[in-house]
């Protein structure tokens, strides 16, 4: 089976041979609790995402992957931030292809749907926000988390 490892700041790290641009999504419900999946690649605990196909838009991207890997259907509300860290990294060991990440990260509301897991996401499930912290997840999914709950202006990074 595939596999998709997350490296920061590694010095061990592959070198990327890839930029991929993507999306990520918090998705929320009416109660406000966050849309969360359980990735197949790797078991990690993630926000729902993709790579942005050709032709598509960021918005179209964003509710695209959301659906595929959740079965929510969302509608964009705004914008958490930008994400490109040149010390993150992403292995994916099916093609040895390394990505550098260049993630957009957008918020979302449910409009209907009911979580459905994928091929991509072993789970799927809303979370309460005060629950976050209990989900093992890579430390560049925590920061998009973490910037979503502060509120600020988005992330430049």
Not at 72 to 96: A, F, K, M, Q, R
């Amino acid at each position: 089976m595939s596999q998709r490892i997350d490296y920061h700041n590694d010095p061990n790290a592959p070198a990327a041979n890839s930029l991929v641009p993507s999306v990520n999504v918090v998705v929320t419900n009416d109660t406000g609790e966050v849309l969360l999946i359980r990735r197949s690649d790797n078991g990690n605990w993630a926000l729902p995402g993709g790579a942005i196909d050709l032709g598509e838009s960021i918005p179209q991207a964003a509710i695209r992957e959301t659906l595929e890997e959740t079965g929510i259907v969302c509608e964009i509300t705004g914008l958490v931030g930008t994400y490109s860290d040149p010390g993150h990294v992403i292995h994916y060991t099916s093609n040895d292809e390394v990505r550098q990440e260049f993630s957009i990260v957008l918020t979302a509301r449910a409009v209907s749907g009911q979580p459905t897991p994928s091929a991509e996401s072993r789970e799927v499930r809303w979370v309460l926000r005060h629950e976050l912290d209990n989900y093992g997840m890579h430390r560049s999914m925590r920061l998009r988390i973490s910037h979503y709950l502060q509120r600020s202006s988005p992330y430049i990074g």
